[in-house]
């Protein structure tokens, strides 16, 4: 007869517990969408104003990024010209 490790048995358990969990969260999760959609709303509404600064803060770096390339593939007199106009 093979004697069987503790590991085995406490990682079984370990994952039908967990498994046990999860299934209770989703149905919970599930029962109250409404809640959650409420909450989630809110938040995303509270936070509107800094992920629209955020997103043109990050248009604004590329943008500038994009204008430094070009400047270097430019003369050096093309852009003393620019400078005086």
């Known amino acids: 007869m093979k004697k069987y490790s503790f590991k085995r048995y406490a990682?079984?358990?370990m994952a039908l517990f967990g498994a046990a969990a999860l299934?209770?969260?989703l149905f919970f999760a599930l029962f109250r969408i409404d809640?959650?959609?409420?909450?989630?709303?809110?938040?995303c509404k509270t936070l509107m104003p800094f992920i629209?600064?955020?997103i043109l803060y990050i248009?604004?770096?590329l943008s500038l990024l994009r204008?430094?390339?070009?400047?270097?593939?430019?003369p050096i007199i093309l852009v003393c010209l620019q400078g005086f106009l």
């Not at 809640?35 to 709303?41: D, E, V």
């Open 52 to 54: 629209i600064g955020g």
């Open 11 to 13: 990682g079984v358990t």
């Open 35 to 43: 809640a959650i959609h409420k909450a989630f709303s809110h938040i």
């Open 67 to 74: 204008m430094r390339k070009k400047r270097k593939a430019c």
């Open 23 to 25: 299934s209770l969260l």
């Open 59 to 61: 248009i604004r770096y």
